[in-house]
């Protein structure tokens, strides 16, 4: 079994974000880690790998130095790491991104392919299902159990109070919540061999059966109207009652913003 799975550098939000003139994020200038959601596609990989003997590759698309992440993953277990970086791919949105990385996969063989649910500098979760459009094969969306029968995966989706369970054929692409499982740690003796395994980078030469117009900022539909820090709130109105004061209070101000 051949698996690809998908993950993003995001800035760390912890370190706080910064933004370029044109409103994009400035990747450069921020701490970063790897997508939540991401790891544990991730870690479900590397535990199908665990049980069925699969090829982990892991891609990124970024700066060269979200080669990071893709040591991390193979500090953790993953086989090989691909960076798809080119000047001519920054400022992607979701389109952009997912075309990028659908020409990138049409280079590798893979029964399964895993991404992450969404992104935590995004939040869209458009990128994985667009993926599967591109490379036109099923999708499976908020994985919260995986396993395979045969040449088929059944995968538990989440819904709202319950769970679906869906079978599908592979090749198939997933998506995984970040409470799918918990991510193992890298090992001592994985870092080492991470910092001495070699990473494979691509540019726009590499993408396959892609059009120059739907990739980087220009090839990119969305437009980001207008990108500022977190609004802090004010400290909000303190009032001081006893208690039958304070449930007419309460209330005048349930109907005063249309709660009741």
Known sequence: MKIVV???????????????????????AMLTIMNPD????????LRLKDEYG????????GLPKAEEVLREAIAMGADKGILVTDRVLGGADTWATSTTLAGAIRNLEYDLIITGRQAIDGDTAQVGPQISEHLDIPVISYAQAIKIE?????????????????????????TALAELNEPRYMTP????????????????????????????????PTKI?????????????????DPTEAVEYLVGKFKEKHVI
């Open 6 to 28: 998908c993950v993003k550098q995001v800035p760390d939000t912890k370190g706080g974000v910064k933004f370029n003139p044109d409103g994009t994020l400035d990747r450069g």
């Open 38 to 45: 991401d790891k544990a596609g991730l870690e479900a990989a």
């Open 54 to 61: 699969a090829e982990v590759t892991v891609v990124t698309m």
């Open 150 to 174: 045969g040449d088929s995966v059944i995968v538990e989706r989440q819904y709202e109070d319950r769970h679906h369970v869906v079978k599908a054929k592979m090749p198939c692409l997933i």
């Open 189 to 220: 003796g994985g870092i080492f061999d991470a910092y001495d395994a070699e990473i494979t980078v691509w540019g726009r030469a590499n993408l396959v059966d892609v059009d120059d117009a739907n990739l980087g900022l220009k090839g990119s």
């Open 225 to 241: 109207a207008k990108a500022s820090d977190k609004v802090r709130k004010g400290a909000g109105e303190k009032v001081t009652l």
